[in-house]
C-alpha cells in the first residue's frame, strides 16, 4: 500500500511547507486547494521534484457534497492500493472585524471553513484510519483559539471549536492507533498575514518576530510521524513565545 498524506488548504502558505515538510517525510501527498489553481500547480511541481507521488484535489473544505464526491471518489477508487496515513486540517480563512459589525457572511464563512471544514473531512478519512488501525490528524488552529482576539470573535470561535473537537475525538480512537492533535500558530509569514506590519507586533512576540511556515511544518511533521506515538489531544503553540 502506497502511504499519502492530505494536506487541505495545502498549496499555499502553511500548507504548503507542511506538504513539502510530508514529502520529505516520504510520504505521497494529496494538496487540497479551493480555487488558485497556479499555485496548487507551483506547489505539484515542488512536491514532484522529491520524487513521491502527488496529486491536486480540489474541493471546499466546508461543502460536504464535494468533499464525498472528490475525495471520497479517490479513497473508493484507490483503497486496494493507497492508504491515507496522514490528515492535515489547514484550510482556513480570516474575516475580521468588531463583533457589532461583523456581517452574517463573515461569521459563517470562517465557521464553515475551520468546522464544517474539519467535520466533512475528518469523518470521511478517520473511518478508513479506524479500519487500518492506524492514523495521524493534525489540525491546524491559532493563538486566536486559545486566548481568543478582538477583532476576531468569528475566526477565535471557530479555531477553539476544531480544538475542542480535537481532544473529544482523540479519546473516540485513541485505543485504535490514532492520534489527534493540533497546531497552534501565532503570527507566521503567509498571504493571510500579509496585511499586518511585523513592527507593530514586533514588541508583544518574546522572540520579536514572525514565524516562518517552516517553523509550523516541522512540528506537524513530528505530529505526522511515528515518534510522536504516545501524544494526543493536544494542542501545540508555535508562536515565538507569545503568551496565550
Ligand atoms: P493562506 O496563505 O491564506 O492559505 C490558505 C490555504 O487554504 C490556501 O491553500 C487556500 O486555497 C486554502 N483554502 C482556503 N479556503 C479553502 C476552502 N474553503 N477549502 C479548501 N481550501 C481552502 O493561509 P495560511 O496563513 O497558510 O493559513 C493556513 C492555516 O493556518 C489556516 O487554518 C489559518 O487559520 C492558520 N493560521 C495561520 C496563521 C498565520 O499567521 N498565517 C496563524 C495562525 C493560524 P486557495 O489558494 O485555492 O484559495
Not at 513539502?20 to 489553481?37: K, P
Not at 464535494?66 to 477508487?77: C, I, R, T
Not at 484550510?91 to 459563517?108: E, P, T, V
Not at 507593530?200 to 518574546?206: G, N, S, T
Amino acid at each position: 500500500m502506497l502511504k499519502y498524506a492530505l494536506v487541505t488548504g495545502g498549496s499555499r502558505g502553511i500548507g504548503k511547507a507542511i506538504c513539502l515538510e510530508l514529502a520529505d517525510m516520504g510520504f505521497n501527498i494529496l494538496v487540497n486547494y479551493q480555487s488558485n489553481l497556479e499555485e496548487a500547480n507551483k506547489t505539484l511541481e515542488l512536491i514532484k521534484s522529491k520524487g513521491v507521488d502527488v496529486e491536486l484535489m480540489k474541493f471546499d473544505v466546508s461543502k460536504q457534497i464535494e468533499v464525498d464526491e472528490v475525495l471520497g471518489k479517490w479513497m473508493e477508487s484507490n483503497k486496494e492500493s493507497k492508504v491515507l496515513e496522514v490528515l492535515v486540517n489547514n484550510a482556513g480563512i480570516r474575516k475580521d472585524s468588531l463583533l457589532m459589525w461583523m456581517s452574517n457572511s463573515d461569521w459563517h464563512s470562517v465557521m464553515d471553513i475551520a468546522v464544517d471544514g474539519f467535520f466533512n473531512v475528518t469523518r470521511l478519512v478517520v473511518k478508513d484510519m479506524l479500519i487500518k488501525k492506524y492514523g495521524r490528524i493534525i489540525s491546524v488552529v491559532s493563538l486566536s483559539g486559545l486566548k481568543g482576539l478582538p477583532g476576531q470573535t468569528n475566526y477565535s470561535a471557530s479555531k477553539a471549536a476544531v480544538i475542542g473537537a480535537t481532544k473529544a475525538l482523540a479519546q473516540e480512537v485513541g485505543r485504535r492507533g490514532i492520534t489527534v492533535n493540533a497546531v497552534a500558530p501565532g503570527f507566521i509569514k503567509t498571504d493571510m498575514t500579509q496585511d499586518l506590519n511585523e513592527k507593530d507586533f514586533k514588541a508583544l512576540i518574546p522572540m520579536s518576530r514572525f514565524g516562518e511556515p517552516q517553523e509550523v511544518a516541522d512540528v506537524v511533521g513530528w505530529l505526522a510521524s511515528k515518534k510522536s506515538s504516545y501524544v494526543s489531544g493536544q494542542v501545540i503553540s508555535v508562536n515565538g513565545g507569545l503568551y496565550s
